[in-house]
């Protein structure tokens, strides 16, 4: 079912659906069918799913013949969201229609490294309004994508959202209309980084929940080589790691797989912001743990848990803290989830979707499942990012 969020006074306007289907044109129309009319909305969000990524450029081109948008922005996912249905590991398209301010955003296309192609879509723009927050999708497959994002979030002085595209074939991304006179590729492209600016006129609100949960105290990494953990607070690492998770899983360590992570708290923050990475090794004999990202010594660590109780306790927390700062009921929302959330971690009946509205209402909402989300300007993994427009 479309959900529709109008407000005459501010001219803001959003309306999203969802279909699923193994033919793109008939998903498409069931789209439109359930859009409706989307009189003057210049901004549409699109995401689809990888089984419908080959049609990227088919379903873009139609969207803007029917509705009129010009400007897309979006990518694909193991799943999509809409409303308050998630479709996963399904062929299935959700859009959005957005009526904004025509200079209250910016679309820029993708960038891989220099941001030359940015400045000269965006650069004149940004001089003018400036942009306190930008949506962006960005190919798991760059080599230096933590810097891309950093380089881009600091050059544009803006808070990012979004994700990485999350895809078994291509790697689609909406972005800058290929009848602009200084592109010459087309509404879909790959590679780097794209998305859309917003300006500080354009009131939101952001949150990011993590996936999981501190189950030790925060601690010091005194020993390290490249991404393997030699020594936490002077000691063999495996002997601190064992003390954190517990007598239960430590006698059997095989257990711990897909259930306990490091958590790599962030400078400047308490522990409620951190980085999730995967345990890639451990050696029982010479007493260390490997991890999926490079430390070093003197860093922060500590070891957290991820199951259905605590990734759900965790966005409750989040949601409650957005709600108290949002006064208003919002007008639209975005919403990117790792592909290890969703109905893995969840179960089924949508259960993310369904703790945003409970906490927001019946807002219009669309959104995909990434390989990987981004907030601020950095790359998180297992956690939910939740953008209001209010």
């Known amino acids: 079912m479309a959900t529709l969020a109008d407000d005459t006074a501010t001219d803001v306007f959003f309306k999203a659906a969802s279909a699923i289907g193994s033919e793109w044109g008939p998903v498409v129309k069931s789209c439109l069918d359930e859009l409706g009319p989307v009189e003057g909305c210049n901004l549409g969000f699109l995401y689809i799913t990888d089984a419908l990524a080959e049609h990227a450029t088919s379903i873009v081109t139609l969207l803007r013949g029917v509705t009129g948008i010009r400007d897309w922005v979006g990518t694909v996912g193991i799943g999509v969201c809409a409303n308050d249905e998630e479709w996963f590991d399904q062929p299935a398209i959700a859009v959005m229609a957005a009526r904004l301010p025509p200079d209250s955003f910016r679309l820029f296309p993708v960038v891989s490294g220099d941001l030359e192609p940015l400045r000269r879509m965006a650069g004149g723009w940004l001089d003018k309004h400036g942009a306190s927050l930008a949506l962006v999708h960005a190919d798991p497959r760059h080599q230096d994508l933590a810097g891309l994002v950093t380089t881009l979030s600091e050059s544009t002085a803006s808070f990012l959202v979004g994700g990485l595209s999350a895809s078994r074939s291509e790697f689609p991304q909406f972005t800058i209309p290929g009848n602009t006179a200084t592109m010459t590729s087309g509404p879909v492209a790959d590679g780097g980084v794209s998305g859309v600016l917003f300006a500080p006129t354009l009131n939101v609100a952001t949150g990011l929940s993590q996936g999981c949960t501190p189950i030790g105290p925060k601690r010091t990494i005194t020993a390290a080589e490249d991404n393997v953990i030699l020594e936490i607070d002077g000691r063999p690492a495996l002997d ?133 989300e981004i907030s601020h300007n950095r790359l998180y993994g297992y956690t939910g990012v939740l953008t209001l427009f209010l």
């Open 240 to 372: 601190v790691f064992k003390e954190d998770i517990g007598e239960l899983l430590a006698r059997d360590l095989r257990r711990v797989s897909g259930y306990i992570f490091a958590g790599l708290p962030i400078p400047g923050t308490d522990t409620a912001d951190y980085l999730v990475r995967d345990l890639i090794a451990i050696d029982p004999r010479a007493g260390w743990i490997s991890i999926a990202h490079r430390v070093q010594s003197g860093q922060p660590i500590l070891f957290t848990r991820r199951d259905q109780q605590s990734a759900e306790s965790d966005m409750r927390r989040m949601l409650a803290n957005l709600k108290k700062r949002v006064k208003t009921t919002p007008k639209g929302a975005i919403y990117v989830s790792c592909i290890a959330r969703g109905p893995s971690l969840f179960g089924d009946g949508s259960q993310e979707l369904a703790m945003i509205r409970e906490t927001f209402g019946d807002i219009p909402l669309a959104g995909f499942f990434a390989s990987g």
